[in-house]
């Protein structure tokens, strides 16, 4: 196994490199019977975008959606989904200069080291490109736990350098080319980024994701845990550092008396969990955090090594994102919805026959902000 496949029931390969001629994906074990269309990808994938905002990389991608496989008169068959997208705005001479060379802190070093042979040409497969290919398999993943669970699955660019959200007004996170969840902050934002694509240097992110909806039982201890899939997943994103649960590192700091979620007949008093106990979805929101770093690829010449282990300078020309946790959110929502139908597929298929042994505990404090309503 290359691990270029996720999940275990709803299981999606992804190929292809950033300036291959496409990039795909083949999604084996979806459920039979779901309406899809290809207009039914533009909108996550128009979210995800390069070239919608001069905040992130140039390079302007139709990312137009071709069906090849598992949908007959527009419904899902039960059998392999191929979705293929072509690349139609590679420009590989930006590369020509570092093809040989490796940028720091980039995977350019480790890939190399690993293959002994990759594709420079934008970053290959280790190219956020790849990403594409998760958001849309993710609007399948979305479409499906709503209509069959009413989960749905949102987020939000909860920091960017040491900018962090004043107030939280859900309505505005899709109004604005950041998800920022405070509209009065975005001309500041536009501002600092600015400023920071000017300066040639980049920044690092935060984002945040939540499910609303999802029952309780979701998740498969030891080995799979619920938690544990999902900061697998998250990590699996290109130049993502951390991943938190709930309350995540501040626990460290908590004692158990703050920590644990009391509950009444009103249900949980406070979400320190982020809906997770044991690996298993407690039945509130399920919260979770991301850290991105800055981006490596800079014009800003840094010293470096090339392939003969010559030391050299190291430019990176191209069109780069300055700060690449801007486009992230939605690929975070990927992720998590990605997660969350693998282990609604593995429950049913399991515990499907459990039912309600018990009055499920409402998320009585519940959170327009996700994360909302610690005590
Ligand atoms: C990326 C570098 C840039 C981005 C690319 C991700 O690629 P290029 O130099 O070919 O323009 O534009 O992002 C996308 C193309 C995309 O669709 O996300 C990288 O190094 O990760």
Redesign the pocket.
């Known amino acids: 196994m290359s691990s270029n496949t996720f999940g275990k029931l709803f299981a999606v390969t992804t190929f292809g490199e ?2 291959g001629p496409a990039i795909g994906c083949v999604i084996d074990g979806c459920p039979p019977g779901l309406a899809i269309t290809a207009e039914e990808f533009r909108h996550d994938l128009d979210r ?3 070239g919608k905002t001069r905040h992130t ?1 140039a ?1 302007h ?1 139709a990312d137009e959606v071709e069906i090849l496989s598992g949908v007959y008169e527009g419904r899902t068959t039960g059998t392999p989904i191929a979705l293929l997208i072509r690349n139609t705005d ?2 590989s001479k ?1 590369y020509a200069n570092i093809a040989a060379q490796f940028r720091p802190g980039h995977a350019d070093y480790t890939y190399w080291q690993k293959y002994g042979h990759r594709d420079p040409r ?2 290959g497969r280790s ?3 790849e ?2 290919m998760r958001v849309a398999a993710a609007v399948i993943a979305k479409k499906w736990l709503l209509e069959k669970f009413g989960v749905r699955v949102r987020g939000y660019l909860a920091q960017i350098g040491e900018i962090v959200p004043r107030g939280f007004d859900a309505a505005a996170i899709e109004a604005n080319p950041f998800f920022w969840p405070d509209a009065g902050q975005v001309a500041e934002l536009e501002s600092y980024m600015d400023a920071l694509r000017k300066s040639g240097d980049s920044v690092g992110a935060r984002v945040t994701v939540v499910a609303d909806g999802v029952p309780p039982g979701w998740g498969e201890p030891i080995y799979g845990k619920l938690d544990g899939e999902l900061a697998a997943a998250m990590m699996s994103i ?1 130049a993502v550092k951390g991943v938190e649960i709930g309350d995540g590192f501040a626990a460290v700091a908590q004692r158990g008396t703050t920590h644990r979620d009391e509950a009444t007949h009103d249900g949980f008093l406070s979400n320190h969990a982020g809906g997770i106990l044991g690996g298993i979805s407690t039945g509130q929101q399920v919260v979770c955090s991301v850290a991105f770093k800055p981006t490596s ?1 800079l014009r800003l010449p840094a010293r470096g090594l090339d392939v003969e282990g010559n030391e050299v300078e190291i430019v990176t020309t ?4 300055p700060c690449v946790g801007i ?1 992230a959110t939605p690929i975070c929502e990927a992720m998590l919805a990605l997660v969350l139908i693998d282990q609604a597929l593995r429950h049913r298929a399991q515990c499907g026959d459990v039912g309600d042994v018990t009055p499920r505990i409402p998320s009585a404090v519940h959170a327009s902000k996700p994360g909302e309503g610690k005590r």
């Open positions: 950033s300036h995800r975008a390069t990389s390079r991608e590679a420009r930006d934008g970053g190219s956020a490109r990403t594409t290109n690829s191209g069109r780069h994102d486009r």
